[in-house]
C-alpha cells in the first residue's frame, strides 16, 4: 500500500464515520528560534500528518465527503531563490492524493467545518488572518482516534522501518560503549545510524548511566566501569512514524552482581508480559502482570516481604516500578497524548489516583491492529528510597537495609515494541541483544558480525 492509497483509504474512513461534516485539520507553524530567520526542524501535526502526508508548515487541509483540499501558497520568486520551488501541483496531487489545491485566501470560504481541539488550530488561522467557523468537536476527536488506533498496512510497515533503524542505532551504542568514553560520544554513535537512515529522533533520547532519573536528557558523564548505559531512543520515519525502545548494558561488558540480578527480574517481567499481548488482553491486566513478576523476583531477592498479589494491590511495587507498563505507538511516540486520555483510556475509564498506576498511560482492551510499547522498569530513586515518610506506610514488606544494597543499580528499562496481530503480536523491534549475554557480547564487540 502505498502512501497516497492509504491517504484516500484513511479519509473514506472518516467520511464513513462522520458524514456530511467537513474537517480542517493543520500542519501547525514553524517555531523560532529567537528571531523568524532561524528556526527549529518542522514537524507536522500528527493528525495532519495521517490525512495528509506532507511534513510541511503553514498548511490547512479540508477534508470533505473523503475528498481533500490544500490550501497553500506556491512560493513566490523570492522564496524560491532561497528556499527552492518545492513540490509542484502535480507532484503534491500525485504524492499526497490531494484532489484540488487552492490559495489559503480561499480558506474564507469555508463553511461549518470543525476541527480538533487543538491550540495550534486557533494559532494558525490567526496568522492567515481568517478565523472561518471553527468548533471543537469531540465526535471528530473520537473518530480521529478510531481510525488511529488500527494501523493500516501503511503504518506497519513505516512502524517497522522506524524499528529496524532504532535496533541498528542501539546497537550501535553499545558497540561504540567503553570506559573513559562520555555518554554523548554513545549518544552519537547511536545518532549516527540514525542520520544514515535520514530518520530523526521520534524524542528527546536518554543516553545516561543515570537512568534512575526518568526523563534525563544530559549527555555529560564519563563513564566508568560499573556504570550501566540507559538509552531510551527511537528513530522517526520519513512519513512521521515512531519506534520507542530502551536497553540498558554494562560500560565495561560485564553486569555487577546486583545489576545482574535486577536486570533478570526486570527482564522476565518483560517477557511475560510480551507473551500476554493479544488480541482482547487487558492492557492494565498486562501492566499488573509485569507487576507482580517483578514483585516476585524483588521477594525473591529480599528486598519486598509478603505475598505478590497483596504487595501489587497496595502498590508496593512502585516504590521501584514507578511508571506505567506502556503506552499506544504510532505517529506520535505517546500516540495521541495530545487529546489527553481519550486516546489511552477506553470510554469510562480513568486514570487510578493510585501512585504508580496514576502514571499507567494505556487502560484498552489490545485490537489487532493497536502498536503499544512494554517497558517494566526498576529505579533505585533516592527521593523515594530514602525518604522514611515514603517508605513507612510500607514497613512491614520492605526490607531498607536489603534495598540499600543495590543503590548502585540505579535504574533499568528494558522497551520494545509490539504490534498487535490476529495471532496475537509481532515484535516490531526484533534482533535487538536482550538477555545478559547477548548485551554482554554486543558491548565487547563480538557481535558485530551478526550486523551486516
Ligand atoms: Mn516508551
Known amino acids: 500500500m502505498t502512501i497516497s492509497q492509504a491517504l484516500r483509504l484513511r479519509r473514506s474512513l472518516l467520511a464513513e464515520r462522520l458524514p ?15 528571531y523568524p530567520g532561524n528556526s527549529y526542524p518542522f514537524r507536522a501535526s500528527s493528525h495532519f500528518l495521517y490525512f495528509a502526508g506532507w511534513n510541511h508548515p503553514g498548511l490547512t487541509v479540508l477534508l470533505e465527503g473523503g475528498r481533500a483540499v490544500l490550501f497553500y501558497d506556491f512560493p513566490e520568486s523570492e522564496d524560491v531563490v532561497w528556499h527552492g520551488s518545492g513540490l509542484s501541483e502535480q507532484e503534491l496531487k500525485a504524492r499526497f492524493a490531494f484532489d484540488e489545491i487552492r490559495p489559503s485566501s480561499r480558506l474564507s470560504e469555508v463553511q461549518g467545518a470543525t476541527s480538533l481541539p487543538l491550540a495550534e488550530a486557533a494559532e494558525q488561522l490567526e496568522v492567515m488572518g481568517r478565523v472561518p467557523d471553527l468548533t471543537e468537536d469531540r465526535e471528530l476527536a473520537e473518530a480521529v482516534v478510531f481510525l488511529r488506533l488500527d494501523h493500516d498496512a501503511c503504518a506497519q510497515q513505516q512502524l517497522r522501518q522506524a524499528g529496524r533503524a532504532t535496533v541498528q542505532a542501539h546497537r550501535a551504542g553499545m558497540a561504540a560503549t567503553r570506559r573513559g568514553a562520555t555518554e554523548w560520544q554513545v549518544r552519537a554513535a547511536m545518532d549516527f545510524e540514525l542520520i544514515q537512515h535520514g530518520m530523526p529522533h521520534s524524542y528527546q533520547p536518554i543516553v545516561t548511566r543515570d537512568g534512575q532519573v526518568l526523563h534525563n536528557n544530559a549527555h555529560e558523564n564519563t563513564l566508568i566501569d560499573g556504570d550501566m548505559i ?63 513478576v517483578l514483585t516476585e523476583g524483588l521477594i525473591d531477592l529480599g528486598l519486598l516481604v509478603g505475598k505478590p498479589d497483596d504487595l501489587v494491590e497496595r502498590g508496593a511495587h512502585a516504590l521501584f516500578f514507578v511508571h506505567g507498563l506502556g503506552h499506544l505507538l504510532g505517529l506520535d511516540v505517546h500516540d495521541m497524548e495530545d487529546l489527553g486520555d481519550l486516546a489511552g483510556y477506553a470510554e469510562g475509564r480513568h486514570r487510578s489516583p493510585q501512585f504508580g498506576l496514576c502514571y499507567l498511560r494505556l487502560d484498552r482492551t489490545l485490537k489487532p491492529g493497536m502498536a503499544v510499547t512494554i517497558e517494566p522498569g526498576f529505579y533505585w530513586i533516592d527521593r523515594l528510597l530514602d525518604d522514611p515518610e515514603v517508605l513507612k506506610p510500607f514497613a512491614d514488606c520492605v526490607r531498607p537495609d536489603v534495598i540499600q544494597a543495590y543503590r548502585e543499580v540505579k535504574g533499568i528499562r528494558i ?38
Do not use: M
Open 20 to 34: 456530511n461534516r467537513p474537517v480542517l485539520l493543520f500542519s501547525g507553524r514553524e517555531r523560532a528560534r529567537n
Open 415 to 452: 522497551e520494545d515494541d509490539l504490534l498487535v496481530t490476529e495471532q496475537g503480536h509481532e515484535n516490531l523491534t526484533p534482533g535487538l541483544p536482550t538477555t545478559l549475554e547477548e548485551v554482554e557480547r554486543a558491548v565487547t564487540g563480538a557481535v558485530t558480525a551478526s550486523r551486516s
Open 230 to 292: 540507559l538509552a531510551d531512543f527511537g528513530a522517526e520515519t520519513l512519513e512521521g512514524w515512531a519506534a520507542d525502545v530502551t536497553r540498558c548494558w554494562p560500560v565495561s561488558g560485564r553486569f555487577s552482581q546486583r545489576q545482574r540480578e535486577i536486570y533478570q527480574v526486570v527482564l522476565k517481567a518483560q517477557q511475560e508480559a510480551i507473551k500476554a499481548v493479544k488480541p482482547w488482553a487487558e492492557f492494565r491486566h498486562i501492566h499488573l502482570l509485569a507487576a507482580r
